[in-house]
């Protein structure tokens, strides 16, 4: 079954501090990651994407890795900032079916205190 | 920023009235899609559209239905709220033409609505 599962479910870190989310994934055949950034009450932001190839992407503060081989990625955030607090959402999308559908993540909830 | 809009951003409604969730966009996306998003729970797909007079069900079964007359334009309707219907949904699009791996690119989402129904 694929899936895609991220931990911890919620975290919170002190302003300026570094934190590490993580996304496992079952996802076969693969085609891409993302991680979204979802403000509260609003859509989401794409931050990365990464193909197969691809073991890192940065976007200023951001940096996802992927591990292909154990179906693993992470994101760094950087010198975290207030508006950091989002939910940041792991998406798998597959390439074995006419849609390629996405696989959705519940999540990490990222409060930042100052 | 995006350019994906949706209407209204917040809806209080009572059962068993019809609804209308308004979502255009003006990137000129050929694909559209409806999302809906629990409280702490990953975005399931109800609805997506390849282009103009095209439009499937997608994972979770959803009481909805859509239409696509224009391009730019995808609303969804619900012709007697429930309760159960109670949720956040959101509207994105992408680019691509025809029935292509959606897994290619990029999902562009609009801000949402959150609907009530008491």
């Known amino acids: 079954k694929n899936q895609v599962e991220q931990s911890p479910q919620s975290l919170i870190i002190l302003e300026g501090k570094n934190c590490t989310l993580q996304?496992?994934?079952?996802?076969?055949?693969?085609?891409?990651l993302r991680w979204y950034k979802q403000d509260t009450g609003r859509g989401p932001v794409s931050l990365t994407i990464?193909?197969?190839?691809?073991n890192t992407k940065s976007n200023g503060r951001y940096t996802a890795t992927l591990d292909a081989d154990t179906k693993q990625s992470s994101l760094h955030i950087t010198a975290s900032q207030l508006s950091d607090s989002a939910s940041y959402i792991c998406?798998?999308?597959?390439?074995?079916?006419?849609?390629?559908?996405?696989?959705f993540g519940r999540g990490t909830q990222l409060t930042v205190w100052p | 920023e995006a350019d994906i809009y949706q209407t209204p951003r917040y809806l209080v409604i009572g059962t068993g009235k019809k609804i209308t969730l308004e979502c255009s966009q003006t990137?000129?996306?050929?694909?559209m899609y409806w999302y809906q998003q629990d409280p702490g729970m990953e975005l399931h797909l109800i609805h997506y559209?390849?282009?103009?007079?095209?439009?499937e069900k997608g994972d979770l079964s959803s009481e909805s239905t859509v239409s696509r007359i224009r391009t730019e334009h995808f609303p969804l309707t619900l012709e007697s709220a429930r309760p159960s219907h109670t949720s956040q949904y959101l509207c994105?699009?992408?680019?691509?033409?025809?029935?292509?791996?959606?897994?290619?690119?990029?999902?562009?989402f609009g801000p949402g609505t959150r609907l009530t129904v008491t």
């Open positions: 994105a699009s992408s680019a691509g033409q025809g029935a292509k791996s959606v897994g290619t690119y990029e999902q562009y």
């Open positions: 996304c496992n994934y079952t996802v076969s055949p693969f085609s891409n």
């Open positions: 990464m193909t197969f190839s691809e």
């Open positions: 998406v798998v999308s597959d390439r074995g079916s006419t849609l390629g559908r996405l696989y």
């Open positions: 990137m000129g996306h050929d694909k």
């Open positions: 559209s390849y282009g103009v007079n095209s439009t």
